[in-house]
């Protein structure tokens, strides 16, 4: 399931990277549990949140069925 959701964050990076941040897998839990750092101009960002929820969660969620949340650390 790792390399999965590697695949899928991979394909939200370009977005991420063009506004000057980006994102790191820190842990993937047997129970579906991503946790993820956002780097950059994203781990300031007032909309951290709804980038994290709405955009990477959502796609990781579409692409690996199996994960059940995804959280900043």
């Known amino acids: 399931m790792r390399e999965?959701?590697?695949e899928a964050l991979d394909s939200i990076r370009p977005f991420l990277q063009a506004d000057g941040g980006d994102v790191e897998?820190?842990?993937v839990t047997d129970e579906g549990v991503v946790y993820v750092r956002l780097v950059?101009?994203?781990g300031g960002c007032p909309m951290s949140t709804m980038t994290l929820k709405a955009g990477i969660e959502e796609r990781?969620?579409?692409q690996v069925p199996e994960v059940k949340s995804?959280?900043?650390v």
């Open 60 to 62: 990781v969620k579409e």
């Open 40 to 42: 950059g101009a994203c």
């Open 25 to 27: 897998l820190i842990d």
């Open 4 to 6: 999965k959701v590697k």
């Open 70 to 72: 995804v959280e900043a």
